[in-house]
């Protein structure tokens, strides 16, 4: 039976704690009366999870079995998440593989002849050959992409987008143009945070930066308390929205849902999983050897060997039928695997960052993806308020290079190199900088032919960080390039003792200390 | 010269005769389906033929054979043991089968052999034994000795390989599948995986006296297991309708294979019914013109 | 007379360059640059006068002739052995302090009638520099006859004074002549998108050049070192980006450039490489717009590029060299409306020449951005 999550009292007996720390770790002794947040331990998995997604697809949540809704003559469209789930990405199969093949099955037996497979991934980059095979198999890259049938979402083509019209609230609905007319869209999550899903697949996952901005702003943002929290979320509100409005315009949307247990890391990274006074011998021996070999080892080399870790990830649930209805199974299941209960908030909130965020799979984690991480997503694992008071420091750790993949993230670097130079306001950024990259013909000509970000998605990271930016009193970074803080706003710190000095200038002497644990994920049930 | 006649040294010398008024009880067979393949299956022969498979068999197999594996992740979370069932048309199948398999199940895998081929002789049957862990069983109708061996194998937890055809296809085409497979299966309650294995042929076809080094497919299908109140007979069909798929699927796509599989247009792996010409030649060996030389380069 | 001479010695020269080779300014070691007592210039006639130096800039140029590196061009346009030194701001024997205009045309050369370009005004383009009744040279700071800055005394034609104001600072005043240089360059560039490679004193220059006398659209300035960002941004530049950043921060700054290998499609209309090197000439033909301008600034030397961009794209590169005598009164405003003093960041006196050269070598890495001598307090003066 997998343990609840839990939350350590630090006392002169506790042992120091592991922070992430990018490609590597570091081991930190907390102040006594810290409190270090634990994740629970990963779930059983589903037996047999060919077996359990044919079962999701034959009963469905609010719709009949999907084979009744397969008919010869039909047009079928397949859309599925991209690269950036899950985290760190799975060994093979992948559930998308699994599912798509059993739809795929069905779509066969009734003798649906068009079908096409697209990926979802909005603004992101496009998947290359190599991550495409490994999240569909083999099998339908070879049976679907020489015909040109697996395609990839490019919101830049106004002649594979349609416009939806506007929601109650004038929200432009555009989303592609093959998914809206099919007869029916079957799409494949893997919810691997309580954000992912819901209406939020379609809306945003085939939507074009026309639809994308108006809930891809500070404003939304800084409203969703936080977006892991669906039902304080503006981000989702406005997705519902859209969602609505798009089954409103008839069309017929088959949800499909999988979530996953916390086993995110293989064997020889086992020591990640676990709690640090439980660590056996083996643990600590390869600890040792993982962290002292990581010292030695070039970072490029280091961010290589991580890179290329896949997770065992286990299916822990699928679900399958009309959207609203699946969803709020999977958000349950999401809570099961990973909330945490913590009792009331704290001063000052640490957290190690790892070496992967969603943007940067197979790629470098760069300075605004660090910061996207932290203020972005870690700040926001939180259900009811925030771990950290209002007017309270973030402490995060991680080396923060002045590092960017020029393929992959573009227009990070003009963003980085010319936005911040002049100013970290997010409101700012947004009026004056937006739409100048948004409509940049090299980074659209980038997005739409290489593997690039679109020119948008550098701010979309910035926005992602407004809520936390508002509620903060400072930011510190632990171990971290120093230009390439400063450069981001914050404050570098070179040891984590320096940075809660540093933090205590801001919420004062004997502040209440309390340490993410993670990953593996977690979501803290702030009471 | 004359040569000198062997004298046979005398009873008590020599052994007694027989005497004619007393029937002389059957010898006690030691070589075919009755010849005792336990040695093998002893901690240090197994050894041994690990060493064999990955440090000779492998390396000999990838320089002739090259072969592309596909369908790994569907036995990926499959628990050992399993039967694998696959088509036959070359010996060079049983040690590219073999060497395909994942190390967990590579290391405890028995082939089931045919009797009267590979245990006929007491040196053959040992070498067979050893160097891919053969096991002798008859060709056409599974006797029940050699199933209960067989069931004990499994429940050990030994994988088996069988070619259900009973035989390497002579023509190319294959043969229909018989039941013993699908028997065992029944039997034990484990799953059979259908496995294609295409290209043999080109380098080693039945009769060859020279290996053509050629490139090669396997494709292990999902596992297959005994439905309700199913007859081995039944279960075999299914068997080789799998396989016919994976063929399908290693000929064109995968979709195109499912889709032609749920309306029942596969094409059977036994060859269309029709005269022998029309036959071999819809196999499409004929193609295969003599080498050309490559200009330029 | 105290001065720092260069003489004309071939196994000095060569030692020089591979000393200034390994390590910029290390020239001083083993070069043809000594400190000497010689006799004050004799004035060549009766137009001329005698100037005591008060500050003299080390300029680039100076740094290139230290270390050996300058162009054999120069050898017919100069006359060896003479004394560095054309930033100067230095008082007559009235007492009144003048900025010299170094360059050493028809008036000064005593030739008449005078060749079209003086003529017309346009001094620095000046056909005669190696001949009339001087010695060769094309300015003051590169003729025996006429001596040179670094020193306590030079001779100077009445042509080359401008008269400094009362209120002008002389830290101001040695200003003007690169000021003037710079002014030069951004009156002949006419197009409203600019780029600057370069920040240091030329660089600068530019940039306030162009920021008040022009109406630039776009200016975006490549610095190296943080001092000289501050600078740039201060003196009037729309972006300050590091020199490896140039492209995308003019890619990203005019409209609809896309980038085809490392060539920008688009680029700005005019850049004004204040370098003068492969890479910085490379890097303006990435970022010039088609049918564009590149202004050498900076004097190049010997370099090596592939002018197959320049070519196809029909791009002009243009030196700018020196300035007319207007372009030295408008750099008295300048300097004085920018505040240009606050770019000379040290002065030493004659005796730490060495030190003093060394600075300037290495005036980005250390800081600084123009290093000059201080005479005013020299002994013998």
């Not at chain 1, 700040?379 to 992959?408: A, C, D, K």
Request: aromatic content about 8%; some cysteine; hydrophobic content about 40%.
């Amino acid at each position: 039976m997998p343990r609840p999550g839990f939350v350590l009292d630090v006392d002169r007996s506790t042992p120091p704690t592991l922070f992430w720390h990018g490609e590597g770790f570091r081991l930190e002794r907390l102040p006594t009366g810290s409190r270090v947040i634990y994740p629970p331990e990963a779930h059983e998995p589903l037996d047999d999870p060919d077996e359990a997604i044919r079962q999701a697809l034959l009963n469905p949540h609010g719709t009949d079995p999907l084979p009744a809704l397969l008919k010869p003559g039909m047009k079928l469209t397949i859309a599925f998440d991209d690269v950036s789930l899950p985290l760190p990405p799975m060994r093979r199969p992948d559930i998308r593989q699994r599912v798509i093949e059993a739809v795929l099955d069905m779509a066969a037996a009734a003798g649906v002849d068009d079908v096409q497979l697209i990926a979802a991934l909005a603004l992101h980059r496009r998947m290359t050959e190599a991550e495409l095979r490994h999240a569909l198999g083999d099998r339908i890259y070879d049976a679907f992409e020489p015909h040109g049938l697996l395609t990839q979402h490019d919101a830049e083509d106004p002649s594979k987008m349609l416009h939806l019209g506007t929601t109650d609230q004038g929200e432009d609905v555009e989303i592609n143009k093959r998914a809206a007319e099919s007869d029916l869209l079957v799409y494949v999550n893997i919810n691997l945070v309580a954000m992912d899903g819901g209406h939020k697949s379609v809306a945003t996952g085939l939507a074009s930066y026309k639809s994308l901005r108006h809930h891809h702003n500070v404003r939304t943002m800084q409203h969703s308390r936080s977006f892991m929290d669906q039902h304080r979320s503006e981000l989702h509100s406005s997705n519902w929205r859209m969602g609505k409005h798009i089954a409103a315009q008839g069309v017929k949307i088959f949800q499909i849902e999988t979530t996953l247990n916390t086993n995110t890391f293989p064997e020889q990274f086992a020591f990640l999983q676990k709690r640090e006074w439980e660590w056996k011998l083996q643990d600590r021996a390869r600890y040792l050897a993982v962290s002292k070999s990581l010292d030695r080892t070039p970072p490029k080399l280091a961010r290589s060997i991580f890179q290329s870790i896949k997770a065992p990830h286990q299916m822990t649930s699928v679900q399958a039928g009309e959207v609203e209805a699946v969803h709020a199974v999977t958000t349950d299941n999401v809570y099961k695997q990973q909330l945490v209960e913590v009792q009331g908030q704290t001063d000052i909130l640490t957290m190690g960052l790892p070496y992967i965020c969603p943007y940067n799979v197979n790629s470098i984690m760069n300075p605004i993806l660090v910061m996207c991480l932290g203020l972005g997503y870690f700040f926001n694992l939180y259900r009811g308020q925030p771990l950290v008071r209002e007017g309270g420091v973030l402490i995060m750790s991680h080396p923060t290079p002045w590092e960017f993949n020029p393929v992959h993230h573009p227009s990070y670097i003009d963003f980085f190199e010319q936005v911040l130079a002049e100013t970290t306001d997010p409101l700012e950024i947004e009026a004056k900088f937006e739409e100048s990259f948004a409509t940049d013909p090299w980074y659209i000509h980038l997005y739409r032919t290489g593997h690039a970000y679109h020119g948008v998605h550098p701010f979309y990271m910035w926005y992602w960080c407004a809520h936390a930016l508002e509620h903060l009193g400072g930011v510190i970074v632990v171990g971290g390039d120093v230009r390439a803080v400063r450069r981001l706003g914050l404050k570098p710190a070179s040891t984590l003792r320096d940075a809660l000095e540093m933090a205590q200038d801001v919420v004062g002497r004997d502040p209440s200390i309390t340490h993410l644990h993670t990953p593996p994920l977690l979501i803290a049930d702030v009471k | 010269m004359r040569l000198p006649i062997p004298v046979r040294p005398r009873f008590p010398l020599g052994p007694a005769t027989w005497p004619g008024g007393v029937e002389r009880p059957p010898a006690k067979k030691r070589t075919g389906v009755d010849y005792d393949t336990s040695w093998a299956r002893r901690y240090p022969v197994r050894m041994a033929r690990a060493l064999l498979l990955d440090g000779v068999t492998k390396p000999v197999v990838q320089a002739l054979a090259s072969p592309t594996i596909d369908g790994l992740d569907r036995i990926q979370d499959l628990p050992a043991p399993v039967i694998f069932a696959a088509n036959h048309a070359s010996h060079l199948d049983t040690p590219l089968l073999l060497t395909s398999l994942p190390p967990r199940f590579r290391h405890r895998a028995v082939v089931v052999a045919a009797a009267d081929y590979f245990f006929d002789k007491r040196w053959k049957a040992a070498f067979n034994a050893f160097s891919i862990g053969a096991v002798p069983m008859e060709r056409t109708k599974v006797n029940r000795r050699s199933a209960i061996e067989a069931g004990k194998l499994i429940e050990d937890g030994w994988s088996l390989v069988i070619f259900p055809e009973g035989g390497r296809s002579p023509l190319g085409w294959a043969q229909e599948f018989k039941g013993g497979a699908a028997y065992l299966a029944i039997r034990t309650g484990v799953p059979v995986v259908p496995v294609h294995i295409e290209g043999t042929r080109r380098v080693l076809k039945k009769g060859a006296k020279r290996l053509t080094p050629s490139h090669t497919n396997l494709t292990f299908g999902r596992a297959l297991r005994p439905l309700e109140g199913e007859d081995s007979r039944q279960m075999a069909v299914r068997i080789e309708q799998a396989v016919a798929e994976l063929a399908d699927e290693q000929a064109h796509d995968w979709w195109t294979a499912r889709r032609r599989a749920a309306s029942g247009a596969t094409a059977s792996i036994t060859g269309p019914d029709a005269g022998a010409w029309r036959r071999s030649w819809a196999l499409g060996e004929h193609k295969r013109g003599p080498k050309r030389d490559r200009w330029p380069a | 007379m105290k001065a720092l001479v260069f003489e004309r010695s071939l196994p000095r020269f060569a030692a020089a360059r591979v000393a200034g080779g390994l390590l910029p300014g290390a020239g001083t070691r083993v070069g043809p640059l000594r400190l000497a007592d010689l006799d004050p210039p004799e004035l060549p006639g009766p137009e001329w006068q005698r100037v005591r130096p008060r500050l003299a800039g080390i300029c680039g140029s100076d740094l290139a002739t230290v270390d050996g590196k300058s162009s054999r061009y120069f050898e017919p346009i100069v006359s060896f052995p003479f004394v560095p030194g054309h930033e100067v701001v230095g008082e007559l024997d009235d007492g009144s302090r003048v900025v010299i205009q170094p360059t050493l045309t028809c008036a000064a050369r005593g030739i008449d009638p005078m060749c079209d370009w003086c003529d017309s005004g346009e001094t620095n383009r000046c056909e005669r520099t190696a001949f009339g009744h001087l010695d060769a040279g094309l300015q003051t700071g590169y003729c025996s006859d006429t001596g040179g800055g670094w020193s306590l005394a030079l001779a100077a034609h009445e042509s080359q004074l401008h008269r400094v104001p009362d209120d002008m600072s002389d830290e101001a005043a040695v200003m003007v002549e690169p000021t003037a240089c710079a002014v030069h360059a951004a009156l002949s560039s006419g197009d409203s998108e600019f780029a600057v490679i370069g920040a240091g004193t030329l660089g600068l220059c530019v940039v306030a050049a162009l920021r008040t006398l022009g109406t630039p659209h776009v200016l975006i300035a490549a610095a190296k070192h943080p001092h000289q960002q501050r600078l740039a941004r201060e003196l009037g530049a729309d972006m300050v980006v590091e020199p490896d950043a140039l492209p995308r921060a003019v890619r990203r700054a005019v409209p609809h450039s896309l980038i085809a290998g490392d060539q920008l499609t688009c680029g700005v209309d005019t850049v004004i490489d204040c370098v003068g090197s492969d890479a910085s000439i490379a890097q303006a033909l990435q970022i010039v717009a088609p049918g564009g301008t590149i202004v050498l600034v900076g004097m190049p030397g010997r370099v090596g590029i592939d002018l197959t961009p320049l070519w196809h794209r029909e791009v002009s590169l243009r030196g700018a060299y020196a300035y007319t005598a207007d372009d030295f009164a408008k750099a008295f405003e300048l300097v004085q409306d920018a505040k240009l003093e606050r770019l000379v960041s040290a002065t030493y006196p004659l005796d730490r020449w060495r030190e003093a050269i060394d600075h300037a070598a290495h005036a980005g890495a250390r800081g600084a951005i123009k290093i000059t001598f201080d005479l005013r307090k020299e002994r013998g003066r």
